[in-house]
């Protein structure tokens, strides 16, 4: 079946310093690879998506690549944030009967420090 | 527009009660899914439904779950007999079409005493 797999957490990091999240899958078919984030006692936002190979996904200094041939969709920012605390979510969907549902990995706890 | 809304947003239960949770998606959708969140854990996936429809019911517990989308109001997912496994986060999304990007709501928090 279809599975996301996200890089152990938690992750702790200083203000300004590099983010990376690393996101693995396996799915049947060609699936539509999403980051969404998670504040504390908040629904998930969509953070960024990518539809197709080579796609790369961005959205408020976040950026992440599809990447077909490592079956890959890390999380990237050049430059962290407090206010980027958060649990980030890497999740894909694939077409089907169940087109749109969406399987999620078990998410990654980001904390930056000032 | 407003966002998706799911009400209540806390529900505590003793044992054997019922839980009704509700979901109204974005105006204009009409695609709905039901996520559960266990402590420590991603979303697992439940039920998908469009109006009046369950398309897809992969994700639900055989027993004492229930979820309904009617033509008129909100999407109600019902649990019958809560047990203390049954406290979670209920998060429901909505999608304009299947497949499009999915909306997420503030989610229930359910906790059965």
């Known amino acids: 079946g279809d599975s996301v797999t996200q890089m152990e957490g938690p992750v702790t990091l200083s203000e300004e310093a590099f983010l990376t999240i690393n996101c693995t899958y396996t799915a049947t078919g060609y699936p539509s690879l999403f980051w969404y984030v998670q504040y504390p006692g908040e629904g998930l936002q969509l953070l960024l998506k990518a539809t197709k190979a080579d796609d790369k996904g961005s959205n408020k200094g976040f950026e992440a690549t599809y990447r077909k041939e490592t079956t890959s969709f890390h999380l990237e920012k050049g430059s962290v944030q407090v206010s980027d605390s958060a649990v980030y979510f890497c999740?894909?969907?694939?077409?089907?009967?169940?087109?749109?549902?969406?399987?999620f990995g078990q998410g990654t706890i980001l904390t930056v420090h000032p | 527009n407003a966002g998706v809304m799911q009400n209540p947003r806390h529900l505590v239960r003793r044992r054997g009660q019922e839980a009704r949770l509700r979901c109204s998606p974005m105006k204009g959708h009409s695609h709905v899914y039901w996520y559960r969140q266990l402590p420590e854990e991603g979303l697992k996936f439940m039920v998908y439904?469009?109006?009046?429809?369950?398309?897809?019911e992969s994700g639900m517990p055989k027993e004492r779950f229930s979820a309904e989308f009617p033509k008129e109001g909100p999407s109600i997912l019902r649990i019958q007999q809560v047990v203390r496994g049954d406290s979670a986060a209920y998060f429901c999304?909505?999608?304009?079409?299947?497949?499009?990007?999915?909306?997420f709501g503030p989610g229930t928090r359910l906790l059965v005493l």
């Open positions: 999304a909505s999608s304009p079409s299947g497949g499009e990007t999915q909306y």
């Open positions: 999740a894909l969907s694939v077409g089907g009967t169940s087109y749109g549902k969406l399987t």
């Open positions: 439904l469009q109006k009046e429809n369950i398309i897809d």
